[in-house]
């Protein structure tokens, strides 16, 4: 049953402290749960029931027993302690929620609702409390006990046995638990803050891997002088723990002073992780220790407020990246994720508001939606007030809140009285889903030197919400002269649905450069010509907008071309494009253009973006269209494309940003030459892949290989597998390239994949790289007209339910847009939805998307 915002009530009971002891064993572990409850309510009225979660299931007492918890009928009306004693079974946990073990070690998740599987409690993040954790377990099996706060006692037990018992100061809720107990290697550093505490930094990984944990120690550090830096945000104990676990359904977890990591965002050496596992491990890191401000110190209310921890954190984390890195490329890289993965989803039967209305299942609720346009969201207040402005909202925000639990209001609030303004206006982006359209019209009136811009914008229809109102937005924009040097102007105040803007003193008719870096996340339409997109390109000082000016040229090329290709006409290469996309790949518009940058600007919208736009979809015509403007685009510039590969092979392997970047334009040289399917381009990518000295390198040439039925393909994937077969992390990687190649009737070779000792179902990395590579690879593969990739997932996430249903919930989203597409298509996609709602004691995560997808 769904749960409601409308529905919030504050809690009748608060734990004043709760103190849990673990005795962790290997058929049963243990936990006594003692809570020291007080009433919220006036205590001379009538006793009222105090419900807790939870999942295990209970032996005998005095209390109402119902699927989701218990109930105390009629607790005391002043303050008591109740205490509750749970067996569970970690070892057969393979949800991976609640207590579980991963590699023979104890290890927690408990966001969102993982708590109540390890004891009953009032599992909402608005009940918070201070934790007493004792851990007992056997001493050779499990050497390290860690919990959250400060190690206040430990010693050693009989019967081989030792304890710990940990101290957390800070109230929190149950959510940011976290509990480990393992035989793990560590890697440690210190960190001074600004006001002279000293920071012990410890990061946990197997033994095996204590060479690989340097580069998330150096990013730890780097985040904590960033936030003291940036938001003047310190650290706030004298402990700092990671742990890096090899099953994991996410990314990592914020728990107060003792973050669990996925292994794959803290394990890198330069032969084991590429540059962009590098660029994720930097950001993640510097996320989840960001929480500890935003989400710890100050957290969410109830869980539709999810966003108000997550895009702000994520808003955070992509400030830090871009101040670490190349700030344009890192926009570019942000705006990509979000057109490719969350305007789908805002268009599609899953599309929510940053703060949803009603969930079945939280976990659903994770999305780039809440992630990824939260973080939009916050970015638009740092456009509209500036960031002094941004930071003095910042400022009130912890001051009002610090140690709260409140909700996206509270922080809308700060923001506006912090700058002393009205921000009604903006309300909408919190409530409202779909992204808007926002169309602009110009003119350019040479005798009143005027410059007239008309914006008009649109919200989609999403289920459950029509007739949407118009929303504040910022729309950045600057006018480039006919020189090339701009004036730039920013507009605010777009809260109408159509409004004219006019700037006037305009000497000389302007190439207006319009929602600069991406200012608000929208859909944009202009009446800017072809010739002003090529002049964009070459002279915007913005560089998201002269990616973008690329963008809109080639997807209008590409659009066109679909069209063409679907009513079986000739496709035809578009000479002007041609001529702009050598200039770039010869560096000819900036003197010291990054080279990342370039790498970008020559990759073309991918066929999922494409099929977004395109009604019905074919994925055959979109990928014969694409893949006829990547190969042109390779034959007409395969002299500067393989002048960058050599001008960019690099003696030694360096993970400075120069030689960082170089390697990045390098690849996608490699990867456009590579499509020519042309035998020496070939040898020479089988040369670069076994001389590489790192992973950068090696993937990029086994990817070139690998994705083809080339002569090479074989020996490539068998020399990787025999030289990586022992590490599960570059396994990931040699699946997920399998899965993901434009092989035809690469479903038969997914299948078989399913059942070699690399794949193993249980373990999410492995799922999402095999299955989600399948189905985020090559979408003629996916939806191969005879309907057997449907069946593929069909068949894997109706296995994978009775495992994990989160995963299996987030492998069954490929199903979700099955509307978008022919005829055939979408009623062999209908039919696996049915099938899968079918399959009795369906998750209700699954049950969820499923339902939804199909109402
Ligand atoms: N709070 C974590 C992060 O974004 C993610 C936890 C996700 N948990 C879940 N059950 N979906 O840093
Ligand atoms: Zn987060």
Avoid at 14 to 29: K, M, N, Q
Avoid at 226 to 242: K, S, T
Avoid at 391 to 414: E, I, N, P, S, W
Wanted: overall charge negative.
């Amino acid at each position: 049953a769904p749960v409601y915002l409308k529905d919030y009530a504050p809690p009748d009971y608060r734990f004043d402290a709760v103190s849990l002891d673990f005795y962790l064993g290997e058929d049963v572990t243990i936990v006594t749960n003692t809570m020291r409850t007080s009433p919220t309510f006036d205590g001379a009225g009538d006793a009222r029931a105090l419900f807790l979660h939870g999942d295990p299931s209970p032996g005998e007492g005095g209390y109402v027993l119902t699927a989701k918890g218990l109930t105390i009928a009629s607790p005391p009306t002043t303050p008591f302690e109740l205490a509750i004693v749970t067996e569970i079974k970690p070892q057969d946990n393979t949800e991976l929620e609640g207590l579980y073990k991963s590699s023979g070690n104890f290890c927690t998740q408990c966001e969102a609702e993982g708590f109540r599987r390890i004891t009953f409690y009032q599992d909402r993040p608005d009940v918070m409390s201070v934790f007493t954790t004792k851990i007992v377990a056997e001493k050779s099996k499990y050497p390290v006990l860690l919990s959250n706060g400060n190690l206040v006692e430990s010693g050693d037990l009989d019967g081989g046995k030792h304890f710990t018992v940990w101290e957390d100061p800070f109230p929190k809720p149950a959510y940011l638990f976290a509990l480990v107990a393992g035989d793990l290697g560590v890697v440690e550093d210190s960190f001074t803050t600004s006001g002279g505490r000293d920071v012990a930094l410890k990061i946990y990984v197997e033994a095996h891997n204590l060479d690989k944990a340097d580069f998330a120690m150096a990013s730890l550090i780097k985040s904590m002088k960033w936030d003291e830096d940036v938001f003047g945000l310190e650290y706030d104990l004298d402990l700092f723990n990671i742990v890096a676990v090899d099953d994991f359904n996410m990314g990592a977890m914020e728990n107060k002073s003792l973050n669990i990591f996925n292994s794959r965002l803290i394990l890198a050496t330069p032969t084991t992780a590429t540059d962009a596992d590098y660029a994720a491990i930097e950001g993640v890191v510097a996320h989840e220790y960001f929480h500890n401000w935003t989400g710890n110190r100050v957290t969410c209310r109830d869980w539709f407020q999810l966003s108000l921890k997550e895009g702000l954190t994520v808003y955070r984390d992509q400030e830090f990246s871009a101040d670490m890195n190349s700030r344009g490329v890192k926009r570019i890289g942000d705006v990509s994720r979000l057109r490719a993965a969350q305007f789908p989803q805002d268009s599609g039967p899953m599309a929510h508001p940053i703060r949803p209305e009603s969930y079945i299942k939280m976990d659903n609720f994770y999305t780039v939606t809440v992630y990824e346009k939260g973080a939009e969201v916050v970015r638009m207040y740092e456009t509209l007030l500036g960031k002094d402005g941004f930071r003095k909202g910042m400022d009130l925000y912890f001051k009002r809140h610090d140690g709260q639990a409140v909700t996206t209001d509270d922080f809308l609030a700060a923001m506006a009285d912090a700058n002393d303004v009205n921000l009604d206006a903006f309300l909408p982006w919190y409530t409202q889903a779909g992204t808007p359209a926002l169309d602009v019209k110009t003119k350019y009136d040479a005798t009143k030197k005027t410059f007239e811009m008309k914006c008009t914008q649109s919200i989609p229809d999403t289920p459950g919400q029509t007739n949407k109102t118009p929303t504040l937005m910022p729309i950045a924009v600057g006018l480039v002269g006919p020189d090339g040097v701009d004036m730039p102007l920013t507009l605010e105040g777009e809260d109408e649905a159509s409004k004219t803007f006019t700037f006037t003193n305009v000497a000389e008719k302007p190439t207006p450069s319009i929602l600069r870096n991406f200012s608000a996340p929208v859909k944009l339409t202009t009446d800017l010509t072809q010739e002003d997109l090529i002049f964009l390109m070459s002279n915007d000082s913005d560089a998201f907008n002269r990616w973008e000016a690329g963008q809109t040229l080639t997807r209008a090329l590409l659009l066109g071309l679909v069209d063409d290709a679907a009513s079986g006409r000739e496709l035809q290469m578009d000479a002007a494009i041609v001529d702009a996309m050598r200039k770039i790949a010869s560096g000819a518009f900036e003197a010291d253009a990054d080279k990342a940058f370039i790498a970008r600007a020559m990759t073309l919208p991918s066929e999922g973006e494409l099929s977004e736009l395109v009604s019905p979809a074919d994925p055959d015509v979109i990928h014969a269209a694409r893949d006829f403007v990547v190969k042109s685009l390779a034959r007409e510039l395969r002299p500067e494309l393989e002048r960058i590969m050599a001008e960019n092979t690099a003696e030694a392997y360096s993970n400075e940003p120069g030689p960082r970047a170089a390697r990045t334009l390098k690849i996608a040289a490699l990867g456009l030459l590579s499509r020519l399917e042309d035998p020496a381009i070939d040898a020479e990518a089988l040369r670069r892949f076994h001389a590489a000295d790192n992973m950068t390198d090696q993937i990029a040439a086994l990817a070139s290989l690998a994705s083809r039925d080339c002569p090479e393909r074989a020996e490539a994937l068998d020399a990787f597998y025999e030289r990586w077969k022992h590490d599960p992390l570059i396994m990931n990687k040699w699946l997920g390239i399998q899965a993901g190649a434009a092989l035809p009737g690469n479903v038969k070779n997914v299948v078989a994949l399913t059942k070699h000792p690399a794949f193993d179902i249980k373990n999410p990395n492995k799922v999402y790289s095999l299955v989600g590579g399948f189905v985020g690879g090559t979408p003629t593969n996916f939806h191969a007209k005879d309907g057997s990739g449907y069946e593929f997932l069909g068949d894997i996430v109706i296995e994978l339910d009775a495992v994990n249903g989160s995963v299996a919930a987030r492998m069954v989203g490929g199903f979700t847009r099955w509307k978008k597409y022919d005829e055939e298509r979408r009623a062999l996609m209908k039919a696996q939805l049915e099938r899968i709602l079918n399959v009795e004691g369906l998750s209700e995560n699954v049950f969820e998307i499923v339902s939804k997808s199909l109402e």
